[in-house]
């Protein structure tokens, strides 16, 4: 079998230059004679991958110089502990906008070391939209406001950010992180597992402005502390060497075709051919309010669990697999992050057509 148009919400599609370029460095990177994954991360060789990565990372995204880039691991759900354990300075006190499974796994845990008030919520109507905000709601003396941009599993996003004023902005940005452009200044920190849109799964990026970083919470475990990785240049222990590799391959691909605003465009074309389709599908229908749709996650369904039973396996047979939708949601989501081409999205179209003709 060849490849396969994967729609997978997360591990997700790497670019396939990414990958080839990988397995001819695999065995031998650039006459060092080793493996990335057998080097020693002190050694110059990858301290200059690293270097390359962060970078290449910081010229993407605009990162200003007064924003440390990390590479963690954990996951970005370690960061729902993290945030709280560094940021929890003054008040003790934080907002949240629960816009999903993931913002109320922040909030629970962010619940833990302090006091969580949340601002608004879309649960009524299962995470289908994002909730207008009142902002007289938003604490003033809060120690941060916590949003969920890209929902993954439901596939909403923001158009636009609250205005927090001095209160530091934090952003998950796993599923949008380099898919359209994020003015980095607004916020106080953001933070992305990489495994959606950055590269595999193992590495953890957190961009954090850095009058954030210094004191933590008592209690807090070393690994937990973002002072610890800044001061070490996220060497403070051995870094997920290889997944920052393959990041630092897949910005160059960014780069290479155009950078951030370049991919903005394309997704905003592979978001619409897919959208028009289902608008216009006397079959098929997206699940959320079209003034919040995601550019990357598009949740869909028909009217029978029988149909999307069926659609799924003929699409997996056809060579579109993943686009099973998420337990909490049902019917089919199909992921088209910055590795989806245009064509994989026009022929999965072309397909959901002809299944529309032959199933009426
Ligand atoms: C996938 C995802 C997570 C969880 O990431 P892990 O790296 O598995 O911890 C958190 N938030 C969002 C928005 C996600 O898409």
Redo the contacts with the bound molecule.
Sequence with gaps: MGRVYNFS??PSMLPEAVLEKAAKQMIDYEGCGMSVMEMSHRSADYEAIIGRAESLLRELMNIPDNYKVLFLQ?????QFAMIPLNLFKKSKKADFVIT?Q?SK?AASEAAKYGSVNKIASSEDKIFSYIPKLDASKFDKDADFFHI??????YGTRYTTLPDTGDVPLVA????IALSEPIDVSKFGLLYA?A??NMGP?GV?VVIIREDLIGSVLEGTPTMFDYKIHADNDSMYNTPPTYAIYMCMLVFEWLKELGGIDAMYKINQEKAKILYDYLDSSSMFRGTVEKEDRSLMNVPFVTDSDELNAKFIKEAKARGFVNLKGHRSVGGMRASIYNAMPVEGVKALVEFMKEFEENNK
């Design positions: 919400a997360g954990g996951g970005a759900s370690s999903g993931w796994k969920t941009y890209n929902n993954t599993i998950d940005i796993s599923s597992g495994q959606k799964a953890t």
